[in-house]
């Protein structure tokens, strides 16, 4: 059974820092490519940032780029989000996703971490 | 380009059909046939509940379907249940690099009366 568990999040002030973690269990990890979603309180789900299976290529929505990035360590089947800068507005669930393949869609969801930055 | 639009609502009686429909354009819906939909309750993961537009993943009620014209998706849910009601999201494929590979929908909330 896929297993996706997500730590690492809390309270932390604006232009604060927090890595989140995934670890991954019951599937081949480094077959898959993986992605991190988010979802405000209250409001909808956004796409964050997403890594191939090797760790080669990453990706980031324009609202996180050169704040946060995604890192993968295959050899402890976990996914990581290092948040740097954060603002009020990254304040939401983090969720880690297993991606179907490339582009397809997310199979697998962690259960989520939240993120809440204030002062 | 920004996120995909969906309903903000739908609602229906135990039985009933709904759909939902989700509006993109032809750099995500439109062009590519990588729509997948979630189903969202209150305080929970989101579930995958369709891909590749029409796909349902093994062990996914037959009573929900997806379609796709032109630039709009759709999910269809027949003998409507007291379970369905939460939120559901469509998500697509985008070319649009200032979204990255993917682009969400709004969300639709469906209420089972």
């Known amino acids: 059974e896929v297993q996706l568990v997500d730590s690492g999040g809390g309270l932390v002030q604006p232009g604060g820092s927090l890595r989140l973690s995934c670890a991954a269990s019951g599937f081949t990890f480094n077959n898959y490519a993986m992605s991190w979603v988010r979802q405000a309180p209250g409001k909808g789900l956004e796409w964050v940032s997403g890594?191939?299976?090797?760790?080669?290529?990453?990706y980031y929505a324009d609202s996180v780029k050169g704040r946060f990035t995604i890192s993968r360590d295959n050899s402890k089947n976990t996914l990581y989000l290092q948040m740097n800068s954060l603002r009020a507005e990254d304040t939401a669930a983090y969720y880690c996703?297993?991606?179907?393949?490339?582009?397809?869609?997310?199979?697998?969801w962690g259960q989520g971490i939240l993120v809440t930055v204030s002062s | 380009q920004s996120a995909l639009t969906q309903p903000a609502s739908v609602s229906g009686s135990p039985g009933q059909s709904i759909t939902i429909s989700c509006t993109g354009t032809?750099?995500?819906?439109?062009?590519?046939?990588?729509v997948s939909w979630y189903q969202q309750h209150p305080g929970k993961a989101p579930k995958l509940i369709i891909y590749d537009v029409s796909n349902r993943p093994s062990g996914v009620s037959n009573r929900f379907s997806g379609s796709k014209s032109g630039n709009t998706a759709s999910l269809t849910i027949s003998g409507l249940q007291a379970e369905d009601e939460a939120d559901y999201y469509c998500?697509?494929?985008?070319?649009?690099?200032?979204?990255?590979?993917?682009?969400f929908g709004t969300g639709t909330k469906v209420t089972v009366l």
């Open positions: 998500t697509s494929y985008t070319s649009d690099s200032s979204l990255g590979p993917y682009v």
């Open positions: 996703a297993k991606d179907l393949s490339a582009g397809r869609g997310f199979d697998s």
């Open positions: 890594i191939s299976n090797s760790g080669g290529s990453t």
């Open positions: 032809s750099s995500d819906v439109g062009g590519y046939n990588y």
